[in-house]
């Protein structure tokens, strides 16, 4: 009689731990948005999910072993900065990255064009910007300077306006820029409108007018007078024989 020996075999599984690590630097993205590159390896398969609206994963799954992931980022209309974190998924494991997108730079200005009396004065530029930004007065306009202080609490650009004896108005275009963006601000003064008044106490005399030729004829009894004079000029007084 013949014995048959039967023997069994048992294999061993053996068990992988979840792991999920992200192989990619966190990357700044522009303003006008762009499509970043996140590389990724697990030991399991994995999911993908983005916190903010504004970016799209793809794809959003995927089996273990090494992955690359693209992210698209719309983009950034406000006027701050913004990020977004999108969080990968192994088993029990997870993994994170953050996408930080530039704000929209913006410079404006609420008034535009500004109107100085002859006599000069300031004039106050309300700037909202969340850029550094320079103001860029031409070289042949001497007459405006620039006078902002850093004491200032609000973000205003203040101008001096120096008087004028130009008997026609004139204009300066000034740009506040911070080298790329800029705005133009644009200052009319008026022209120099002389007077020259004399006033004379009654029964003094006539005055017949200005200049040569036309004197102030006294009274008879008159020894002494004062006469007033009202005048935007540089003026003297002078007796001829």
């Excluded at 697990?42 to 992931?69: N, Q």
């Excluded at 993994?95 to 535009?112: G, R």
């Excluded at 009396?117 to 007459?143: F, M, R």
């Excluded at 609490?153 to 800029?182: C, F, H, Q, Y």
Aim: glycine content about 6%; hydrophobic content about 40%.
């Amino acid at each position: 009689m013949r014995a048959v020996l039967r023997t069994a075999s048992c294999q061993k599984t053996e068990t992988v731990a979840d792991a999920v690590t992200v192989k990619t630097d966190e990357q700044v993205v522009p303003a006008e948005g762009g499509v970043i590159s996140i590389a990724i390896n697990s030991t399991v398969a994995w999911t993908a999910k983005a916190s903010e609206s504004w970016v799209t994963l793809s794809p959003t799954s995927g089996e273990a072993g090494d992955a690359t992931v693209k992210a698209s980022v719309l983009k950034n209309d406000t006027n701050d900065s913004r990020t977004a974190t999108v969080t990968f998924t192994a088993g029990t494991k997870t993994a994170t990255y953050s996408i930080v997108q530039d704000q929209l730079n913006a410079l404006n200005i609420a008034q535009t064009e500004y109107e100085v009396p002859a006599e000069g004065g300031t004039v106050e530029v309300k700037v909202s910007a969340n850029v550094d930004y320079q103001v860029l007065i031409p070289e042949a306009v001497d007459w405006v300077q620039n006078a902002t202080t850093r004491g200032l609490t609000e973000s205003t650009v203040v101008l001096k306006v120096a008087p004028t004896l130009d008997v026609e108005a004139r204009t300066a275009n000034i740009t506040i820029s911070d080298g790329t963006l800029s705005s133009t601000v644009k200052i009319t003064q008026a022209a120099f409108a002389p007077y020259y008044d004399l006033l004379l106490p009654e029964g003094v005399g006539q005055f017949s007018g200005f200049g040569d030729g036309n004197p102030l004829v006294l009274g008879a009894d008159v020894t002494s007078f004062t006469v007033e004079v009202s005048t935007n000029l540089e003026h003297h007084c002078y007796f001829a024989p």
